[in-house]
């Protein structure tokens, strides 16, 4: 069963910048989205930005400028570029990829662990 491996989280200072990776452990047949999620106590899973097969790139009103998704299905990676931190980006980051797989054996979403950021001085 393939999995999704995040890092790259951490304590950084308003401002501040960080690289976020998800590393699948297998191909992943067929992939249909790329996404970046966040969540904080208490509040739901909050879609942060997606990657289309088509190579387009969607993210919510409050990072626009700010953050980067990338994807390169040959390395089985994606990334997340954060600048311009804020406090209010603080949250448990989790990847996400959508497929169409080719067998009913092969799940069509992958969940990663997630991995914490905090943004404060």
């Known amino acids: 069963q393939v999995q999704l491996v995040e890092s790259g989280g951490g304590l950084v200072q308003p401002g501040g910048s960080l690289r976020l990776s998800c590393a699948a452990s297998?191909?992943?047949?067929?992939?249909?989205?790329w996404a970046w999620y966040r969540q904080t106590p208490g509040k739901q899973r909050d879609l942060v930005a997606y990657?289309?097969?088509?190579?387009?790139?969607n993210y919510v009103d409050s990072v626009k400028g700010r953050f980067t998704i990338s994807g390169d299905n040959a390395k089985n990676t994606m990334s997340l570029q954060m600048n311009n931190l804020k406090p209010e980006d603080t949250a448990i980051y989790y990847c996400?990829?959508?497929?169409?797989?080719?067998?009913?054996?092969?799940?069509?979403?992958?969940w990663g662990q997630g991995t914490q950021v905090t943004v404060s001085s």
């Open positions: 996400n990829i959508d497929a169409r797989p080719t067998t009913p054996d092969d799940p069509l979403t992958y």
């Open positions: 297998g191909r992943i047949v067929n992939i249909y989205t």
């Open positions: 990657l289309t097969s088509s190579g387009t790139a």
